[in-house]
């Protein structure tokens, strides 16, 4: 449990990815913090799980992250209960698919200030406490769409591009402070969210289960097949391990190849 003794908040981490992050962090003995919104029960389910893993105290902070007080009043809670924050990862995020002719403005500033400017406020906030402790992880939860575009995604890929330029803005800055700055990119990621939209897909477009996952969701993965979220919390793991202090300003993919075409 390399993580003892270690604090992390992980940002839309009630689900998905970031509860695995969360998880995995969890595992290596590190208080953790999570974020985002659902069910009430649910959420204290997963924060009381996650401290009989880790042995920590584990906390939940509901922080609106369009709100760049609500997310300094958050890593600074972090701080003053759990110490830190050693890590923090971006992860929330958002998401509205039209033509740019058609995008509502405010679906726009929403996607922006969620899946972009919040990581800008983590790190605004989170900095200092760790350039004192002369040891900190940035992780940011970029996608695929960092690096490729797709129609009709335009707030979203220009926000995934903006962490990727974020990321290594950042690195630059703390390269001598004991802290890494790094981005994971990963391509369709295996979740009940993404379960929950094929059986509409195969009654809107005819096709059988297999054909929705191989020809419509896997389409642009090589692998055909689904990241799963425990694959991308490995990578953040790792990042925070000491073999990886030189790994900083990267851009690291886990997307079955997509981006590799």
């Known amino acids: 449990m390399f993580l003892k003794g270690k604090s ?13 992050y969360a998880k995995a ?14 069910d009430a029960a649910a959420i204290e389910k ?15 902070d509901a922080a609106d992250m369009t ?21 923090i990862v971006n992860n929330a995020g958002i998401q509205h698919v039209a033509p740019i002719d058609e995008f509502p403005a405010d679906k726009w500033d929403a996607i922006i200030a969620i899946n972009l400017t919040s990581a800008f406020h983590m790190m605004h ?3 200092p406490y760790m350039k004192a402790a002369k040891w900190g992880r940035i992780i940011s939860t970029a996608s695929a769409h960092s690096l490729v575009a797709s129609p009709n995604k335009s707030a979203y890929v220009a926000a995934k591009h903006g962490i990727a330029g974020l ?10 402070h004991g802290i890494t700055v790094n981005a994971i990119s990963p391509g369709y990621v295996w979740t009940p969210l993404v379960e929950n939209q094929i059986p ?12 929705v996952m191989n020809d419509v969701l896997l389409a642009a993965q090589p692998t055909k097949e689904f990241v799963t979220p425990e694959q991308v919390a490995a990578l953040a793991v790792f990042l925070c391990r000491d073999e990886a202090k030189s790994i900083t300003g990267a851009n690291m993919t886990v997307d079955g190849g997509w981006t590799a075409a």
């Open 8 to 20: 992390a908040i992980v940002t839309g981490s009630t689900s998905g990815i970031g509860l695995a």
């Open 25 to 38: 962090f969890a595992a290596e003995g590190a208080s953790v913090m999570i974020n985002g919104f659902g």
């Open 46 to 60: 997963e924060r009381a799980a996650l401290e009989a893993t880790s042995g920590a105290k584990a906390l939940y």
């Open 67 to 87: 709100k760049a007080e609500a997310i300094e009043a958050m890593v600074k809670r972090c701080h003053d209960e759990l110490g830190g924050p050693d890590i």
């Open 125 to 127: 906030a989170a900095i």
């Open 167 to 176: 990321t290594k803005t950042a690195a630059l800055e703390v390269a001598t």
């Open 200 to 211: 509409d897909t195969m009654k809107a477009r005819g096709l059988t289960r297999e054909q």
